[in-house]
């Protein structure tokens, strides 16, 4: 049991659209152990993101709980939760969501304030994640100087630098060009490789889908291992 990060059971979202519910999860049961990588492939708009915010916790399930690390983050106060997410969970999106004005090194960082850690501490564990994904030489970059793939090189190094248990990647490479997804690719499972993380990814791209260990495909809002 200790070594199960993530289980869902009989997990449901719905949104209320006028008169209208709309089905997006339907009873999905879903587990993971450390270490272990995993993709969820599916039609567009099948819910593949909405299931991944809802174990991120970053958004509520209608129905059913999931716990991550053994905590049941559906019930979770929303102080608790954000705390929670900061120590426990990395994220990367299709959209790096990189702070404009911060620089690379700023922007790997920020994850390590937002649990109180010591600046210089933050920032060595910063520089060496972004050394190792090969932007040693582009610490003072903002990200308007960066190209699109060094932008998602600082994503995958801020969402590691509190050595998170889970990282949750939400097409990865989905806004990238080929040779810039490979790079990214590569660099995330190696990143999380090298720390040790459970890794769950959402994407369109069957190639990157077969590289985890473990496939599944959600359609219709239920979701099946390949």
């Known amino acids: 049991m200790n070594d199960v990060i993530v289980r869902c059971r009989g997990l449901h979202r719905s949104f209320e659209s006028g008169t209208e519910r709309l089905e997006i999860l339907k009873s999905v049961d879903l587990e993971l152990k450390k270490g272990?990588?995993?993709?969820?492939?599916?039609?567009?708009?099948?819910?593949?993101?909405?299931?991944?915010?809802?174990?991120?916790?970053?958004?509520?399930?209608?129905?059913?709980?999931?716990?991550?690390?053994?905590?049941?983050?559906s019930i979770a106060d929303e102080h608790s939760l954000s705390g929670f997410r900061a120590r426990y969970i990395g994220f990367v999106f299709q959209f790096h969501y990189l702070l404009k004005d911060f620089t690379a090194l700023e922007n790997a960082m920020l994850p390590a304030f937002m649990v109180g850690g010591d600046r210089k501490a933050a920032e060595d564990k910063a520089r060496t994640l972004l050394e190792a994904v090969g932007l040693g030489d582009r610490l003072n970059h903002i990200p308007v100087k960066l190209s699109g793939g060094e932008r998602q090189r600082v994503a995958i190094?801020?969402?590691?630098?509190?050595?998170?248990?889970?990282?949750?990647?939400?097409?990865?490479?989905?806004?990238?060009?080929?040779?810039?997804?490979?790079?990214?690719?590569?660099?995330?499972?190696?990143?999380?490789?090298?720390?040790?993380?459970?890794?769950?990814?959402v994407t369109h791209d069957q190639h990157l889908a077969g590289r985890a260990g473990r496939r599944f495909i959600l359609s219709e809002g239920r979701i099946k291992e390949a």
């Open 36 to 73: 272990e990588r995993a993709s969820i492939t599916g039609p567009s708009g099948c819910g593949k993101s909405t299931l991944l915010s809802i174990l991120g916790g970053l958004d509520r399930p209608s129905g059913g709980f999931v716990q991550v690390g053994g905590q049941d983050i």
């Open 157 to 201: 190094a801020r969402a590691l630098v509190n050595d998170p248990e889970l990282i949750l990647a939400d097409e990865p490479t989905g806004n990238l060009d080929e040779a810039s997804s490979l790079v990214v690719e590569d660099l995330l499972f190696a990143m999380v490789e090298r720390c040790g993380s459970t890794l769950l990814l």
